[in-house]
């Protein structure tokens, strides 16, 4: 039975097909850190505007974030009224999500302009993890 098994293995590596799979299907299953541009290949000058826009956005969601803990405080001191003012309370919330959409929406267009097609192409299989939480 061991027999059996070891060249069943065998075999089954022996058959493995690496190039089985297109270019776009094998990128699923490699290793991707978040954020990571490597695979872009960028020119030396698009990594550094690329980092001074890091930069700067770091700044934008810093801003976000204070906004945020103000806005938690504005949401509890509403919560704990006599009545619940359901229309100041999404009011509220809508104007961070403005905010922080206006932020990401900058993000992207800024990207966008330093990129190529094909750099564009690589990246937007990984726009998801650049979005704002």
């Known amino acids: 039975m061991k027999w059996v098994l070891t060249l069943l293995l065998v075999f089954g590596i022996a058959l493995a097909d690496e190039d089985r799979y297109e270019d776009h299907e094998r990128e699923e ?3 991707h850190l978040p954020r990571d541009l490597s695979r872009l290949e960028l020119t030396p000058a698009q990594e550094r505007a690329i980092g001074d826009l890091l930069v ?3 700044h934008h969601l810093h ?3 204070e906004q945020e803990e103000r806005l938690q405080e504005r949401l509890r001191a509403l ?3 006599e009545r619940f003012d359901k229309k100041r309370f999404e009011e509220a919330l809508d104007s961070l999500h403005r905010e922080r ?5 900058e993000l992207f267009a800024r990207i966008h302009a330093l990129l190529t097609p094909r750099q564009r192409r690589l990246f937007v299989r990984h726009m998801k993890e650049w979005e704002i939480e």
Not at 101 to 105: F, L, N, P, S
């Open 101 to 105: 959409v206006k932020i990401e929406a």
């Open 29 to 31: 299953y490699e290793l």
């Open 79 to 81: 919560f704990v009224q």
């Open 56 to 58: 700067q956005n770091m």
């Open 63 to 65: 801003r976000l974030h």
